[in-house]
């Protein structure tokens, strides 16, 4: 089975926290994390894309019978370059880069593993990642603007982002708009739904991410949840 990545992606404050422990009850090493502060997916959309734009451009040279000057490149393997057999060991190469680079960047621990984004709703490095990749998923993590206006005074958010609820059902609307770039591989998980273990659609985001859904563990996690 090949690895599954997921990238939260959440304006803070919509339990994404809460949702991360959900997840990991059936996980076997907790293998959903926090934020990676440090890994911004603007940084993983450019270095996919400049892979894939590889990936077509070997498709192109074989197809047009064009010469690559500079088989020295790390990107190609040498050989001749007309041949059915180049094209497809390069694109198995580029997709052998691919997945290292998913494995430095995400680290995982299980089959199934991920991490959640804060503030970051960038359609253009989001397709890019999703173009590029057949193994990246995204969990799009919204609430009620009035919740959300509410728990971003009570924690301080509203010092420094946007607070009110009118302004807060816009960005909680260009999250939810993110699912129409790819439904099969984005999901939408609302705070009141996984906040309810009868919940259906939180039941099938267990389905989607490809995790056995716990009941019990789910329970008991709920019953410890934090305040939000």
């Not at 690895?3 to 994404?16: C, E, P």
């Not at 990991?24 to 440090?38: I, L, V």
């Not at 911004?40 to 894939?52: F, Q, R, V």
């Not at 609820?165 to 816009?170: G, K, M, R």
Request: with cysteine.
């Amino acid at each position: 089975m090949k690895q599954k990545y997921f990238i939260i992606l959440t304006s803070g404050r919509t339990g994404s926290t809460l949702l991360v422990k959900l997840l990991n009850t059936g996980t076997e090493n907790n293998s959903f994390y926090g934020e990676f502060k440090t890994h911004p997916i603007e940084d993983l959309s450019n270095t996919l894309k400049a892979l894939n734009d590889h990936g077509k451009f070997i498709e192109k040279s074989f197809e047009n019978n064009w010469v690559v000057e500079n088989l020295n490149h790390p990107y190609y393997k040498r050989g001749d370059l007309r041949s059915e057999k180049w094209k497809i060991e390069n694109l198995e190469y580029l997709e052998e880069a691919k997945q290292q680079i998913l494995l430095n960047y995400f680290k995982p621990k299980d089959k199934v593993c991920g991490y959640k984004q804060l503030f970051n709703r960038n359609k253009e490095a989001i397709q890019n990642i999703l173009d590029s990749t057949d193994n990246v998923y995204f969990l799009v993590n919204t609430r009620n603007p009035e919740e959300l206006s509410k728990s971003y005074i009570r924690s301080g958010f509203s010092k420094n982002h946007p607070s009110s609820p009118d302004e807060l059902e816009l960005v909680m609307q260009e999250y939810k708009d993110l699912v129409n770039l790819d439904k099969d591989r984005i999901f939408e998980i609302d705070y009141s739904e996984f906040t309810d273990h009868k919940n259906e659609n939180f039941k099938k985001l267990f389905d989607f991410v490809g995790l056995e859904y716990n009941e019990s563990k789910i329970i008991e996690c709920l019953n410890f949840k934090l305040p939000h």
